[in-house]
Every structure is written in C-alpha cells, then in structure tokens.
C-alpha cells in the first residue's frame, strides 16, 4: 500500500494488478467477439450479393435491405449477448438466448465455409448451395423467432399477461351481470311501470286532457313484477320470514296483504 502527500491510498498489490488485466482481457474479449460478428456479417452480405447479384453500389434502398438483412442474425446475437452479460435475463429467458448464440454460432460457421467456398470457385458443394437457396433467406427469421421467444418468456411479462387476463374476466363477469339485469322480467317489469307514470302527462297534455283525465291513466299502471300470479307486485308483498337451509330465511308471500293496508 501506498499513501502520498495528500492521503490518498494506492493498491499496488498483485491482487490489484491481476483485476486491472482481467478486467482488461475481459473488454478485449467482448471486442473479439463484436469483430466475429462483423466477419460472418460481411460473409453473409457477400454471399448474398454472389448468389442474387444484388449491388449496393447504386445506392438503390431495396437492394440495400435486401443484402443487408442477413445482417440481422448478428444484430440479434449480440444484443442477446450483451443481455446475458448484464444479467438482464432471467428464468427460462437464459435458456432461450443460449440456444439464439448456438443457432447463430452454426449460421456463422456454414456462411464462412460456404463464402470461402465461393471465392474459390468452380463446382459448389452440395450443402452450399442449399444453404445459400433456402437456408441463408429465413436464418434472421429464424433468429428472430427465437429472439421474440426471449422476450415473451420474460417473467414481468407473465405477470402482466395474468394481470390483464384477470382484468377482462372481471369486465366479462360484470358485462354478462349487466346484460342478465338489463333483460331480467324483474328490469321489464320496472320500464313498463315507469313508461305508464311518464307517457300519460305528455302525450295527455298534448290531447289536452284534463289532469284528473291523466291522473286516471297513471292510476292504471301495472304493479311491479308479479312472479307468483297473485295480482300483487312482488316488491308490494308481505309475510313472515321463515329459516332456510341457508340460515338467511326465506319469505312466505301473503297474497292477502298490501303494503300500507
């Protein structure tokens, strides 16, 4: 240890010496890495421009997409790289973006066999050419199907996913209670009675009707709903309460009785 004019402390131990170069070789390894991912990128672009004679050098933007989407394979490793190392993924998300770094891994092995064997010339090998015509075109499809996996097996998004679906079984819970309560006889019978106290005054005034004409009329409004047949609204009906099974009890309709007599 060693401590200068001004207090300040310096490490000079190995340990200190031997985390300076990890964390230097550590750095220089993600620059290896992000170095291969732009040698299989060009190789892919290469074979891509020799197989469909595609040129950039128009400057045309659809000829542009179409050489450089093979390109996105390696965007899609090296972001899911740098997830993994920054410990953004977890649960069954590690899982998922090993297999997008093997997938890329094999995609990049054949692209570089295959582009040598390009560049070399005369007969392609069979397994080039059937790489270059189906295998080449869909491998960012691919990739990026697995990508997408990545990000749906993300934990905070089954939460949300359950939130919402929990949300919409209250809202159809309370759509089909709102829909039985709007067509139930109990909310027809009550329209029907409210229809009869309210049409008689308007259309009686326009008939010019005298009130006690109208009165008449609202005094012919039917009584609320009448279950059990008995001319008497249920909600007018009286009786004493008798125990169910339930505990709560029960009412024991008196057809007899009206409420204020």
């Not at 582009?115 to 075109?137: C, K, N, R």
């Not at 990545?150 to 949300?160: G, I, Q, S, Y």
């Not at 679906?165 to 759509?175: C, I, M, S």
């Not at 009329?217 to 008995?230: M, R, S, V, Y």
Request: glycine share 8%; proline share 4%; net charge negative.
């Amino acid at each position: 240890m060693f401590e200068d004019t001004e207090g300040r402390d310096f490490d000079l131990s190995g340990k200190a010496s031997t985390g300076t170069i990890g964390t230097a070789a550590s750095w220089l390894g993600w620059a290896l890495l992000l170095s291969l991912a732009i040698v299989t990128a060009i190789h892919a672009v290469s074979l891509v421009r020799a197989h469909t004679g595609l040129s950039t050098a128009s400057g045309d933007i659809f000829s542009i997409i179409r050489v450089s989407g093979v390109v996105l394979v390696e965007l899609f490793a090296v972001v899911t790289a740098v997830l993994l190392a920054t410990h953004r993924l977890r649960a069954k998300q590690k899982p998922a973006a090993m297999a997008i770094e093997i997938t890329w891994a094999i995609f990049a092995a054949v692209n570089l066999i295959s582009s040598f064997a390009v560049e070399h010339g005369g007969e392609l090998p069979q397994f080039v050419g059937m790489w270059v015509t189906y295998g080449l075109p869909v491998s960012a499809l691919i990739v990026g199907i697995e990508f997408y996996i990545v990000l749906r097996l993300n934990p905070d998004a089954a939460r949300a996913d359950d939130n919402a679906e929990l949300a919409e079984q209250f809202e159809r819970v309370k759509h089909r209670a709102k829909l039985e309560v709007m067509g139930s006889p109990q909310m027809r019978a009550v329209i029907r009675q409210m229809t009869w106290q309210q049409l008689p005054p308007i259309v009686g005034r326009q008939m010019n009707l005298s009130e006690r004409q109208i009165n008449a009329l609202i005094g012919q409004a039917p009584d609320l709903l009448d279950l059990n047949g008995n001319g008497i609204g249920d909600i007018l009906e009286t009786g004493e309460r008798i125990p169910s099974a339930n505990g709560h009890g029960r009412a024991v309709p008196n057809p007899t009785s009206r409420a204020g007599d």
